[in-house]
């Protein structure tokens, strides 16, 4: 290959950026071009294209969201839409491309290859951790870490004045940034899409506590829970339980910004180089994850077609720790 390109697409992840550089410098070091696409699908239709060397990602690996943006694509979804961006790629000259996101955009990036021939290898980039075929997804750290810091927080406000805090965290179709949150918090309890919420065991676990002489309670909420996210499920509990003075927090968009953790920029710089080797392997229609600690290569038919499972023993933990 003597030119690639590389784009983030859909939700923006910390440790994105991080992946971008690593992606570019690898590539540079083979001498191979690199091109970076702006707006993801949307900028490879407008060819939204820029030369990217060493100095362009310079000083980008602390910082989070995406230099190159991201955005989601309407146009993409049409097959003339695809076939724009694909004309549009060999007309640059790109051999290969690199696409950091995550589902949506592994799809997109599965049909350039099946329809237009693209050789295409992808990079996890989603705070959410559910792509299957990799423990650690890029971002997911990070979004933890910021999670835990504001709990930190309001556990504070809460000892202070005797009060029952739901804190709702991202996760719409998954629990793991719940899950890990709330286990690194010491939460009281933990709700998540994978497991059914039933209100009333709730109240007896919060009178429990009571009971103990527990002074606050810190319930982590899960935007996909069940019983819908932390405002309907406060809602809920106070029209039987009056034991604490009851608060909501969501934490929102919060958790998908920020510096990226050391744990974060480290894997995208292992993928995004890593993606780039395999790229000149002759691989291409796979994503990269981690397994073990080691890199491997997942087929984008499993990565999406799969989600990666809840681990029973941390939710185990989470209630006996509680």
């Not at 000259?93 to 290898?121: C, M, P, Q, W």
């Not at 819908?228 to 003075?245: C, L, M, Q």
Request: charged letters at 20%; glycine letters at 12%; proline letters at 2%.
């Amino acid at each position: 290959m003597k030119k690639i390109a590389v784009m983030t697409s859909g939700g923006d992840a910390p440790g994105m950026n991080a992946g971008i550089r690593a992606v570019t410098r690898t590539a540079l070091s083979m001498g191979i071009e690199v091109m970076g696409i702006y707006r993801g699908y949307q900028g490879m239709i407008e060819a939204d294209f820029i030369p990217l060397d060493h100095f362009k990602v310079s000083n980008i690996i602390h910082r989070g969201g995406t230099f190159l943006k991201t955005a989601r694509s309407q146009d993409f979804r049409t097959v003339e839409g695809r076939a724009t961006a694909a004309a549009n790629l060999k007309k640059e000259g790109v051999e290969g491309l690199v696409v950091i996101g995550g589902d949506g955009s592994f799809r997109g990036a599965a049909a350039l290859h099946s329809e237009h021939g693209i050789k295409v290898v992808g990079c996890p980039g989603t705070i959410d951790n559910d792509l299957f075929g990799t423990d650690y997804t890029i971002g997911y750290d990070t979004a933890v870490n910021t999670a835990v810091h504001a709990i930190d927080q309001i556990r504070d406000t809460a000892d202070s004045h005797n009060r029952l805090f739901f804190v709702e965290v991202m996760g719409r179709d998954a629990g793991f940034i719940a899950l890990r949150t709330g286990l690194a918090s010491g939460a009281e309890s933990v709700l998540v899409p994978e497991t059914t919420t039933y209100i009333d065991e709730l109240i007896v676990h919060l009178q429990k506590g009571l009971k103990m002489q527990k002074s606050s309670a810190i319930i982590i909420v899960a935007e996909g829970d069940d019983e819908g996210g932390a405002i309907d499920v406060a809602r809920k509990v106070n029209e039987k339980f009056t034991g604490w003075e009851t608060k909501v927090t969501v934490l929102g968009h919060i958790q998908r910004g920020g510096s990226p953790t050391a744990f974060d920029r480290i894997l995208a710089s292992r993928m995004g180089h890593q993606a780039v080797k395999s790229l000149l392997a002759g691989a291409t229609d796979i994503m990269i994850g981690q397994r073990n600690n080691e890199m491997v290569e997942v087929p984008f038919g499993q990565a999406v077609k799969h989600h990666e499972t809840l681990n029973p023993h941390l939710l185990e933990l989470v209630e006996i720790l509680a």
